[in-house]
C-alpha cells in the first residue's frame, strides 16, 4: 500500500507544518504494527498491511503509545448531536477594515476583518471540536467517551480499517 492509499481520514489528521516532531506526514509507530498521522489533537492509525507502506513517511514522529488507546471507554458509540455553529467577531484592531488607516494590513486578523471561532458540540461529557466532529463523521466513524467521566482525557474513535483518539476542548 501507498501512503496516498491510505483512508482520507489519515490526511485530514495531518499538521501542515512541524514542530518538534514530523508531524506533516503519516508514520510507522515504534512498534512497527501500525501506521499513524497526528496534527497534535488528533492521532488516527491502522495497522500496516502485510505489503507494508511505500512513499513519504514522517522521520521524527511523536510517541503516541502512552495515550491512553485502552481507555476505559463506553462500549457504545455516542450519539453525535446537530453541531454548533462557527462564528465571526469583528477585529477589535482594524475594527472589520482589515487594513489600518495608513493602508497597512492589520497583523492581528490577517487582513480578514475579522476572527473565526471554531464552533464545539458537547458529545457525552465532552466538548469536542466541530471541525474534528466532522473529520470523523465523514470518515464512517463512531466516537466512544470515556467510563470514567473524565473529560480531560481523549475519547476513541473507530473507523471500518482505523481507530483514533482526539481529545477534547477545555473551557
Not at 466532529?133 to 473529560?151: L, M, P, W
Request: charged residues 25%; negative net charge; aromatic residues 8%.
Amino acid at each position: 500500500m501507498r501512503v496516498k492509499d491510505l483512508p482520507p481520514i489519515f490526511a485530514k489528521c495531518r499538521s501542515e507544518e512541524d514542530s518538534r516532531y514530523s508531524i506533516s506526514k503519516s508514520w510507522i509507530d515504534a512498534s512497527g504494527q501500525y501506521v499513524c498521522s497526528t496534527d497534535g489533537r488528533i492521532v488516527v492509525r491502522m495497522p500496516v498491511p502485510p505489503d507494508g507502506i511505500e512513499g513519504d513517511l514522517g522521520t521524527k514522529p511523536p510517541p503516541i503509545d502512552g495515550l491512553g488507546w485502552d481507555g476505559p471507554f463506553e462500549d457504545l458509540a455516542a450519539p453525535i448531536p446537530e453541531l454548533t455553529e462557527d462564528s465571526r467577531e469583528v477585529c477589535y484592531c482594524c475594527h472589520g477594515m482589515g487594513q489600518h488607516n495608513c493602508g497597512a494590513e492589520c497583523q492581528e486578523c490577517d487582513g480578514m476583518g475579522y476572527y473565526v471561532t471554531r464552533g464545539a458540540t458537547v458529545v457525552g461529557n465532552v466538548t469536542l471540536g466541530n471541525e474534528y466532529i466532522r473529520k470523523i463523521v465523514a470518515a464512517n466513524a463512531s466516537i466512544f467517551v470515556r467510563k470514567d467521566g473524565k473529560d480531560n482525557k481523549p475519547v476513541r474513535f473507530v473507523g471500518p480499517d482505523f481507530e483514533g483518539l482526539l481529545m477534547p476542548r477545555t473551557a
